[in-house]
């Protein structure tokens, strides 16, 4: 798993396997938590966000949890192809303003075929 | 819709230079912000522009500025590098705030020598 600030950690998993990514993020006062997938050589593209009136989102194959009693944030890959194999950040806002958008250093996750 | 769009890809550049650096939003996204992504402090947040204004600014010396255009367009200058400077730097765009979440360019990778 992965905390706001640490290194970076990596999760390997088998094709075909479910995933999950953690994140402990840091402000009790975050309010809107958003996942970042980023490939080598790109920036990180979007994949799901969720609010902190929200326990679950669930997306395309993603589900991010949340879990505000504890300061924890995951996201749940399905069916983890090759293609998922990437870096992912979660980002964590309060307030409403830019400036307050923080994000992870990231988790990478490497699929085996 | 094409995405955010970042010129040039790469730079090599010597300490005591300046280098500015471009990106077009995504077409009717009016907020744009910068980020500098190096491997030891990960996704850190320069400025946002909105509407040709500075909205929010992180954490970084003068040296760092930009600037927005009446076409949501944006520049970020840095001027007499540091080595230190190198890493990429990645531009953001969104619809209007930070209740739509940020899309990416593929970002600058620069490198200073």
């Known amino acids: 798993g992965e905390s706001v600030g640490l290194h970076l950690p990596t999760l390997s998993v088998q094709e075909g396997d479910n995933s999950i990514i953690n994140c402990a993020y840091s402000?009790?006062?975050?309010?809107?938590f958003i996942w970042y997938k980023q490939e080598s050589g790109k920036g990180p593209q979007f994949i799901i966000d969720i609010r902190s009136n929200m326990d679950k989102r669930q997306g395309q194959r993603v589900t991010v949890l949340l879990n505000k009693t504890v300061k924890h944030l995951s996201l749940q890959i399905a069916a983890t192809q090759p293609g998922d194999s990437a870096v992912y950040f979660c980002?964590?806002?309060?307030?409403?303003?830019?400036?307050?958008?923080?994000f992870g250093k990231g988790t990478k996750l490497s699929v085996k075929p | 819709k094409a995405g955010v769009t970042q010129t040039p890809r790469y730079l090599i550049k010597t300490r005591g230079q300046q280098v500015t650096l471009s990106c077009s939003p995504i077409s009717g996204h009016r907020s744009v912000s910068w980020y500098q992504q190096t491997p030891g402090q990960g996704l850190q947040f320069l400025f946002e522009?909105?509407?040709?204004?500075?909205?929010n600014k992180g954490n970084f010396p003068g040296r760092f500025s930009g600037r927005q255009f009446s076409n949501s367009r944006s520049e970020m200058n840095v001027s007499t590098l540091e080595l230190g400077d190198s890493a990429l730097y990645l531009c953001?765009?969104?619809?209007?705030?930070?209740?739509?979440?940020?899309?990416f360019g593929n970002g600058t990778r620069l490198t200073v020598t």
């Open positions: 522009y909105f509407s040709e204004t500075q909205r």
């Open positions: 402000n009790s006062a975050s309010d809107y």
């Open positions: 980002a964590e806002l309060y307030g409403g303003s830019q400036g307050n958008l923080i």
């Open positions: 953001a765009s969104s619809f209007l705030d930070m209740n739509s979440p940020l899309h």
